[in-house]
């Protein structure tokens, strides 16, 4: 047990779950259990309650001893200590650490990464930046080199049969762009109208691998330069 991280999270989780006298009663057993390491001992609360916290009520008088027993019930009952006898000697009690009581410390969990196949690749601007970094500034038909003010990022497949995810939207010069024209091409415009349809038959293997692409039966493969990521 780390004293440190004990304290925070009494302090961050389970004190604002406690009443002034849980408080002072629960540290109390802290004290004379995990602090020293033992998991449970027998406490007097009789004498003991007079070396806890003064009492709210009339000024300087310890908490009652009917007070420390409804306390004692209601820290058992919110998980914070385990009542395990009763004898003359005092109460057997076994102390849970706010870590150990379900619920208190919530571990904060890492935020789940984005659906790739849920984005919107083409009216997110920061998406369609990502296109371009991940096509290496280059024009997807023909490598043209392109920049920031001569490109667009256009659907290989049309809509409305194509979607916005990264499978479907390409960086294209603007003259591959107007070429590849709202429909699927079939003939001639040279090497940007034979690679439009990533699934086409039609797609160069040679120019697919010279993009760094997987063969033709196979799904793009594109990397963002920006964050490391890459699909398949």
Same mark, same amino acid.
């Given at each position: 047990m ?7 999270d009494?302090?961050d989780?389970?004190? #604002? %779950?406690l009443?002034?006298?849980e408080?002072?009663i629960y540290l109390?057993?802290?004290r004379?259990?995990?602090l ?10 009789? /004498?003991a309650?007079?070396? =806890? ?6 000024? +300087?008088?310890?908490m /009652? @001893?009917?007070t420390?027993y409804?306390?004692?019930?209601s820290?058992?009952?919110k ?5 395990l006898? /009763?004898?003359? @000697?005092g109460?057997k ?5 706010p870590?150990e009581?379900s619920g208190?410390?919530v571990?904060a969990?890492p935020?789940?990464?984005?659906d790739?196949? =849920? ?7 920061e &998406?369609r930046?990502?296109i371009l970094t *991940?096509e290496g500034?280059?024009c997807?038909y023909?490598?043209?080199q392109?920049?920031? !003010?001569?490109?667009v990022? !256009?659907?290989?497949?049309s809509? #409305?049969?194509?979607d ?6 390409v ?6 762009n107007?070429?590849?024209?709202p429909? =699927? #091409?079939?003939n ?11 699934g086409?038959?039609?797609?160069s293997s +040679?120019?697919?691998m /010279? %993009? *760094?692409?997987?063969p033709?039966?196979s799904? #793009? %493969?594109?990397?963002?330069a &920006?964050n490391? =990521?890459?699909?398949?």
């Amino acid at each position: 047990m780390e004293l440190e991280q004990f304290f925070k999270d009494f302090q961050d989780h389970l004190a #604002p %779950r406690l009443d002034t006298y849980e408080q002072a009663i629960y540290l109390y057993l802290f004290r004379h259990t995990r602090l020293v390491g033992l998991e449970e001992a027998v406490i007097g609360f009789k /004498s003991a309650r007079r070396r =806890m916290a003064c009492g709210i009520g009339e000024k +300087g008088k310890p908490m /009652s @001893e009917n007070t420390a027993y409804e306390k004692l019930q209601s820290l058992q009952e919110k998980g914070c200590i385990v009542i395990l006898d /009763s004898n003359r @000697e005092g109460r057997k009690i076994r102390l849970r650490l706010p870590s150990e009581i379900s619920g208190v410390v919530v571990s904060a969990r890492p935020a789940a990464p984005p659906d790739l196949e =849920m984005q919107d690749f083409f009216d997110v601007e920061e &998406n369609r930046a990502r296109i371009l970094t *991940g096509e290496g500034h280059r024009c997807f038909y023909c490598l043209r080199q392109l920049n920031g !003010e001569n490109y667009v990022i !256009e659907h290989v497949l049309s809509r #409305p049969a194509g979607d916005n995810t990264y499978r479907n939207v390409v960086a294209a010069c603007r003259r591959c762009n107007t070429g590849k024209g709202p429909q =699927m #091409p079939k003939n001639g415009f040279g090497l940007c109208i034979e690679t439009a349809f990533l699934g086409s038959p039609s797609f160069s293997s +040679g120019f697919r691998m /010279s %993009r *760094g692409y997987a063969p033709v039966n196979s799904s #793009p %493969r594109r990397r963002l330069a &920006n964050n490391g =990521m890459q699909w398949t």
